[in-house]
């Protein structure tokens, strides 16, 4: 198996750490090693794993070389540059076409796309269902995997499997972006819903034949090699592999993934998943709190101090502070965009 891990995203949501220039993959949460850092460690320690690859923006390529001099590994990590900034549907067919050319990828050979940014608690699961399925992404397939929801959250895509298939995969009835609380209510009482963790398995010879039917303007610019695929690359159109592929797609299953995840993106859920202390508060550097509980405080190179207050947010960058509710933070892209508008 090889491994493409997607990581060009320019993710504003957990502003003020999070910016354009420094996107949230290559921050540290709780831990000494990056999002990004954490993914690659994940995978180097998957024996079933031939290739990995990193796809990032040319912009980021220097913040990634220096965060993956930190790892000694015999398994050889490339990094894949995309020139610009296109979503993720483009940078994949980039990333295929870099894997067959470069790394000797075959038609049948399965590729595992994966974002940089999702919290996974124990990544042991993952990777004994990976060797499990490896064979089932030669069979003219894509395998997305799935996540059975715990809460009725609406910043997840939600995807609705429906009948039993081969091995552990279902048919996929329908995906729903973001639903209404209502609906996300719906759907966890009702069962047969996942949240999408936006990974998924297939073989060249599948993903090239989907794409070509799928979204044709981005499989024609893509086959005159990979040199024609980076000089045609600002000419792809800007589109997500969601909607270029796998929401039109009829060769879909999905997976079910039991582990304990989080794909990271608002405040909220980087409160949900990091340890907390005996009054239910996440604390990261320098804080002096008395009588505060189920709070989230990220600290920088500044005391923050708190007292009586609780279900909290507040984040602290070396020149701008944050403070929000709990619960309020799906929000924030809109924010911070009108933020760095008014810069």
């Not at 990004?36 to 040319?58: C, D, G, H, W, Y």
């Not at 030669?138 to 995807?159: M, N, Q, R, S, V």
């Not at 589109?239 to 989080?262: H, M, Q, R």
Request: hydrophobic share 40%; proline share 4%.
């Amino acid at each position: 198996m090889k491994v493409l891990i997607l990581a060009g995203g320019k993710g504003t949501r957990l502003w003020p750490l999070s910016s354009a220039d420094v996107p949230k993959q290559f921050l540290c949460f709780g831990s000494h090693l990056s999002l990004l850092q954490q993914t690659v460690f994940r995978f180097l320690k998957a024996t079933l794993v031939e290739e990995i690859v990193i796809s990032t923006n040319i912009q980021y390529l220097e913040l990634v070389k220096l965060q993956l001099a930190e790892f000694d590994s015999e398994k050889k990590i490339d990094i894949l540059v995309e020139p610009f900034f296109k979503n993720t549907a483009p940078a994949i067919a980039l990333g295929v076409k870099y894997l067959q050319e470069k790394k000797g990828a075959k038609d049948n050979c399965a590729i595992l796309v994966a974002p940089c940014d999702h919290w996974i608690e124990n990544p042991e699961p993952l990777l004994t269902l990976l060797s499990k399925i490896n064979d089932f992404a030669k069979e003219d397939k894509i395998i997305l995997f799935g996540i059975y929801p715990t809460d009725a959250k609406t910043g997840y895509g939600y995807i609705q499997i429906g009948q039993k298939q081969k091995g552990p995969c279902y048919s996929i009835e329908g995906f729903i972006e973001k639903p209404e609380k209502y609906l996300a209510e719906q759907y966890l009482a009702q069962g047969g819903y996942y949240w999408n963790a936006g990974m998924f398995l297939f073989c060249p010879r599948t993903f090239w034949t989907e794409l070509a039917q799928c979204a044709p303007e981005i499989y024609q610019k893509m086959q005159g090699g990979l040199q024609s695929g980076i000089d045609l690359f600002e000419k792809q159109p800007r589109v997500s592999i969601d909607y270029a592929i796998l929401e039109k797609t009829k060769k879909i299953s999905l997976c079910p993934l039991a582990i304990k995840w989080n794909d990271l993106g608002c405040w909220d859920s980087i409160y949900e998943s990091l340890p907390k202390d005996q009054n239910e508060n996440v604390k990261i550097g320098d804080t002096r709190i008395l009588e505060t509980k189920n709070s989230l405080i990220i600290g920088n190179k500044k005391t923050i101090s708190t007292i009586g207050v609780e279900d909290l947010i507040i984040i602290c960058s070396e020149d701008k502070i944050f403070i929000s509710k709990r619960g309020n933070t799906e929000g924030l892209k809109k924010l911070s965009q009108e933020l760095i508008n008014d810069a």
